[in-house]
């Protein structure tokens, strides 16, 4: 089973529409992040989050939310989905007791938003 | 406004070349720099930098980072094709945990 698990793998979405993409972890990290992927632009964080009740804009928070129910789950919500959130989204973990800032990533969920 | 800039964007070389992938950085406080390895979906972590003139090793795969000249290289020795993926370099700084990924450098290694 995957460390970082995230649902759904893919979704293909109406324009308007919410939509909630779910992450949680086994790896016991404190620190969760939501990323996206585009091509071109390269990974830019949306939210992260440093325990539960720690929650952090990243660089392009519009439009999206974020809620950490708990030390393994964070979950990224579109309110209301527009073609331009069509992207490659990723989860992360990390673990501020290691010194380190590695990353583990989710296999990522495609959305698409029509 | 950080920036990570990796080059060259797309690389393809034959099997048992060796490659470097530069990436160079503008940043404000940095605390380290990570390479990461993306082949279907999500990135691998390689290399964790911190200091300036230590090479990291792994198997064929090697990185070193210049602070003073704000770049890392990644070196892969010995290309095979299943180092075909897209390289990230992404780069921690400020008080927080602030990262700015590059938009990675797609590679192919063809037989």
């Known amino acids: 089973d995957a460390d970082v698990t995230q649902t759904p793998r893919n979704r293909i979405t109406k324009t308007g529409k919410r939509i909630m993409l779910e992450c949680s972890q086994t790896?016991?990290?404190?620190?969760m992040y939501w990323y996206r992927q585009d091509p071109g632009l390269g990974l830019r964080l949306i939210y992260y989050s440093f325990d539960v009740k720690d929650i952090n804009k990243g660089e392009i928070s519009d439009g999206y939310s974020v809620s950490r129910q708990a030390q393994a789950k964070f979950s990224l919500s579109l309110e209301s989905a527009i073609p331009n959130q069509t992207a490659l989204y990723f989860c992360?973990?990390?673990?501020?007791?290691?010194?380190?800032?590695?990353?583990?990533f989710g296999q990522g969920t495609r959305l698409t938003v029509v | 406004e950080d920036k990570v800039v990796q080059s060259p964007l797309s690389l393809v070389v034959h099997e048992g070349d060796t490659v470097t992938l530069n990436c160079s950085y503008e940043?404000?406080?940095?605390?380290?720099l990570l390479w990461y390895k993306q082949e279907k979906k999500a990135p691998t972590f390689l290399f964790m930098l911190?200091?300036?003139?230590i090479e990291k090793k792994s198997g064929r795969l090697s990185s070193i980072l210049d602070k003073k000249e704000l770049f890392s290289i990644l070196n892969i020795t010995a290309t095979q094709t299943g180092d075909s993926a897209v390289y990230l370099c992404a780069v921690y700084s400020g008080g927080y945990q602030k990262v700015t990924f590059g938009t990675g450098t797609k590679l192919q290694v063809i037989p």
């Open positions: 790896k016991g990290h404190d620190r």
């Open positions: 992360a973990t990390s673990d501020s007791g290691t010194g380190t800032t590695e990353a583990f």
């Open positions: 911190t200091s300036s003139g």
């Open positions: 940043v404000t406080n940095f605390r380290s």
